[in-house]
């Protein structure tokens, strides 16, 4: 699966309700590729790919922190196309219907 050692992204506390450490330090690692991925295209702040904001806002780092803390990333975002990740494109072979071929 395509973004599966992202799976620390959805799973913001223990089950105990604390604050899970993996995804605080997750987050920090996150915001550092996406820092340096705007860099290295000139740009300042970015895309914010919490729950409510869903890489529609870009935004400075501090703000996207706060944002992925409060709210979390939003679901099926697996693949951070928008911070720097390469796109995995997925093959499909689709099979033609025949029709009365019985």
């Not at 820092?35 to 869903?54: D, F, L, T, Y």
Request: aromatic share 14%; net charge positive.
């Amino acid at each position: 699966m395509a973004g599966s050692h992202h799976r620390w992204m959805y799973v913001r506390c223990n089950s105990d309700g604390s604050y899970n450490e993996k995804y605080y330090k997750g987050v920090k690692k996150f915001l550092t590729r996406a820092r340096k991925h705007a860099q290295s295209i000139g740009v300042e702040g970015i895309k914010c790919p919490c729950g409510n904001c869903q890489n529609i806002y870009v935004m400075d780092w501090v703000q996207v922190e706060i944002h992925l803390c409060e709210n979390g990333f939003v679901l099926g975002y697996e693949q951070w196309i928008y911070q720097g990740e390469d796109y995995i494109w997925v093959s499909v072979r689709v099979m033609p219907i025949c029709r009365g071929c019985d």
